[in-house]
C-alpha cells in the first residue's frame, strides 16, 4: 500500500513545475494608466529600464481552449553578480480585498496572467460561477473570461507605506485611495 505524506506530494509538484519549459516573450514595459487617462509612472524616478522590463512565460505543455495566451509575469532581479528571474505572486489578506502584487524567485508559486489583443493585462475568472451555487448540486463549468480589476492603491506591507499596482478580488475596494487603472504592454 503506498502512503504520500504531503512534504512528499509537494516535493513531486515542485519539482513538475520546475521541469516544464517556457516560451518566452520578448521583453516589455508595463504602462499603467488611470481609468480618466492620466498616465501613472510605474516606476521611480531615474530608475534605469532594466527595472521596468517584463517578459510572459508560456509554458510549451499548456493546452488551452482559452482566447488569450497566459503566462508566467516574469521579472530579472540583476545584482553585481547574479541575475535572478522572479514570477508575479499574490499573497492574498484575509482581511481586505485589495492584493498587491510580488515577484518573487520561486516560479512554481507564480499566477496566471495574460494580454488581451489590445495588450491589456488580465486574469482569467474561475471555471466556475460560484453565484450560481445551489446546495447539494455540483455546479456546471463557464468559460473563463478576462477580468481586469487592477487599481493602484496605497498599501502597506512588511512596515512599508507605498503606492503599487493592487488586484481587487470583488466589488469596489475598501481601500479608499485605490484608483481603478489599465495595465497595458508595450514591447521594446
Known amino acids: 500500500m503506498w502512503k504520500l505524506t504531503i512534504p512528499t506530494l509537494l516535493v513531486a509538484v515542485a519539482s513538475l513545475a520546475s521541469a516544464q519549459e517556457y516560451n518566452t516573450s520578448a521583453p516589455f514595459t508595463l504602462k499603467v494608466t488611470s481609468t480618466t487617462n492620466s498616465t501613472i509612472n510605474a516606476g521611480t524616478d531615474g530608475t534605469p529600464s532594466d527595472y521596468n ?47 498587491a502584487p510580488e515577484f ?25 460561477d460560484e453565484t450560481s451555487f445551489t446546495p447539494g448540486t455540483t455546479p456546471t463549468s463557464v468559460d473563463p473570461v478576462p477580468l481586469y480589476q487592477w487599481y493602484v492603491c496605497y498599501t502597506y506591507n512588511e512596515g512599508y507605506y507605498y503606492q503599487s499596482l493592487a488586484w481587487v478580488t470583488v466589488g469596489e475596494p475598501i481601500n479608499p485611495t485605490c484608483e481603478a487603472v489599465e495595465v497595458e504592454r508595450i514591447f521594446i
Not at 71 to 88: K, Q, R
Not at 110 to 126: A, P, W
Open 104 to 128: 518573487e524567485p520561486a516560479e512554481s508559486f507564480s499566477f496566471q496572467v495574460g494580454f488581451d489583443c489590445e495588450d491589456k493585462l488580465f486574469i482569467y475568472s474561475s471555471y466556475y
Open 53 to 99: 522590463t517584463y517578459n510572459l512565460n508560456v509554458s510549451t505543455s499548456s493546452s488551452s481552449d482559452q482566447e488569450f495566451e497566459t503566462g508566467i509575469l516574469t521579472w530579472v532581479l540583476h545584482g553585481a553578480d547574479f541575475n535572478v528571474s522572479e514570477g508575479l505572486v499574490f499573497s492574498p489578506s484575509l482581511t481586505s480585498n485589495v492584493v
